[in-house]
């Protein structure tokens, strides 16, 4: 007679959710089992995670923290739960996200299928055409501050599973190991790392922001990617009024504006004119401010327009410079391109939708970096311009090889 469970819970979730945990990567928890390791034995682990969960015995491990760098200087944990609890976060993912897709807004783009951070960039393009004003809004540490009892009420509105519920608040409460193995309790936040943690941070803001302003200011449109956010306005009157709306709005939910960081940014182009403190502001990635571009015949004029921003700019020239690709003289000049053409492949198509030319300082300081290798490698290439010549042989003879060289940006003499 098979064994009745109080939870249903189908073990064939279980193995779906290991088969997207896999496929998303990621280094190992407290208990550094990796997922390689955690395969060797994956039956008998999945059946584990199943018959825990089914029987409401399954307790979460601490979070591995790891401190991060922000964009903005200072540093963010990261919470990296352990193999076995991102499983079953996934398996809590699977039975849950449905239930809160269908009443998330299209606006909100952050963290959600078929969604994506340059759709996001599109529409606020499209948007800043239309009206005149900008509020770019930031939120204090999101993740770190969403308050536990009012998610856990919003969590019960699309869940009958009690074991859905049950063990959200038991991972919301599961405390973070810190490095110096000191164990530290959790009162708020979900922690970023978690596989559960982004449908849980947009459900709150589901409720704290994005239907707040779609049923109280329909005539203010909105763009929200996690907790990046942008409204536009018609005025600077309304954009100092929504500030303070929302200032208020978060505080009755324990979380706070950065009033500091928001701004109201007049989208200046060749028919708005004025000077105003603001004129430019980034958002995912990109700069927008006044451009210079093209209408269909051929007239140049001044536009609102949105490219690669500086300081995306320099984060992968950061990036870039910890590879020490001019170190790897061992490799061919096939092995560095097999190396790292996937990520130079993904930055070609996040920050070329828009004003491509915005990326071409960073192409060309892999070219750079490119030549410094050539000089280290081979010794007839001692001088920049033997390296140069011999390089832009090789791209004029395959220039499929480097993604930046199939976009167009060849190595040239600086």
């Known amino acids: 007679m098979?064994?009745?469970?109080?939870?249903k819970i189908s073990k064939q979730a279980v193995k779906i959710a290991f088969d997207r945990v896999k496929a998303n990567k990621g280094t190992y928890g407290i208990d550094e089992q990796s997922i390689t390791d955690f395969e060797i034995n994956l039956?008998?682990?999945l059946y584990k995670i199943w018959n825990r969960m089914s029987s409401g015995t399954y307790f979460p491990k601490p979070v591995k923290a790891v401190a991060i760098p922000k964009k903005n200087g200072g540093t963010r944990i990261l919470g990296i739960p352990t193999v076995e609890d991102r499983v079953a976060?996934?398996?809590a993912k699977i039975y849950f996200e449905p239930n809160v897709?269908?009443?998330f807004y299209e606006d909100s783009y952050g963290y959600?299928?078929?969604k994506s951070a340059i759709q996001a960039v599109g529409v606020l393009r499209e948007r800043c055409w239309r009206k005149d004003w900008v509020v770019d809004f930031d939120i204090k540490g999101l993740f770190d501050n969403i308050r536990h009892d009012y998610l856990i009420e919003m969590v019960k509105r699309h869940t009958n599973e009690q074991w859905i519920i049950l063990y959200i608040?038991?991972?919301?409460k599961t405390p973070f190991k810190m490095q110096d193995e000191t164990i530290v309790e959790r009162t708020a936040g979900t922690p970023q790392g978690g596989v559960i943690s982004p449908i849980l941070a947009n459900l709150f803001m589901h409720y704290v922001f994005d239907d707040f302003m779609s049923k109280k200011f329909p005539n203010i449109p909105w763009v929200r990617y996690a907790d990046d956010g942008a409204l536009n306005c018609v005025s600077i009157k309304?954009?100092?009024?929504?500030?303070?709306?929302?200032?208020?709005r978060f505080k009755l939910f324990?979380?706070?504006?950065?009033l500091d960081k928001t701004k109201i940014v007049y989208c200046k182009d060749e028919d708005r004119q004025g000077d105003y403190e603001n004129t430019s502001f980034d958002f995912l990635g990109y700069t927008f401010k006044t451009r210079g571009a093209k209408n269909k015949y051929g007239r140049l004029f001044r536009n609102f327009l949105p490219a690669m921003s500086d300081k995306a700019q320099k984060e992968i020239i950061k990036k870039i410079r910890s590879w020490k690709l001019q170190l790897k003289s061992d490799k061919t000049i096939n092995d560095i391109a097999n190396m790292f053409n996937s990520k130079i492949q993904g930055w070609i198509n996040y920050y070329t939708h828009y004003y491509k030319s915005g990326i071409n300082k960073v192409l060309r300081y892999i070219n750079r970096c490119l030549i410094k290798w050539a000089r280290r490698k081979y010794k007839k290439l001692k001088s920049n311009k033997r390296a140069v010549n011999w390089l832009m042989t090789i791209a004029q003879r395959e220039p499929k090889l480097f993604a930046h060289w199939k976009f167009g940006i060849t190595p040239t003499v600086w």
């Open 2 to 7: 098979e064994e009745t469970k109080p939870f």
């Open 169 to 172: 608040e038991r991972w919301l």
């Open 101 to 103: 897709e269908k009443i």
């Open 238 to 248: 309304q954009a100092k009024y929504i500030i303070k709306v929302l200032d208020k």
């Open 89 to 91: 976060q996934m398996v």
């Open 43 to 45: 039956r008998d682990n």
């Open 112 to 114: 959600r299928p078929n």
């Open 254 to 258: 324990g979380l706070e504006l950065n």
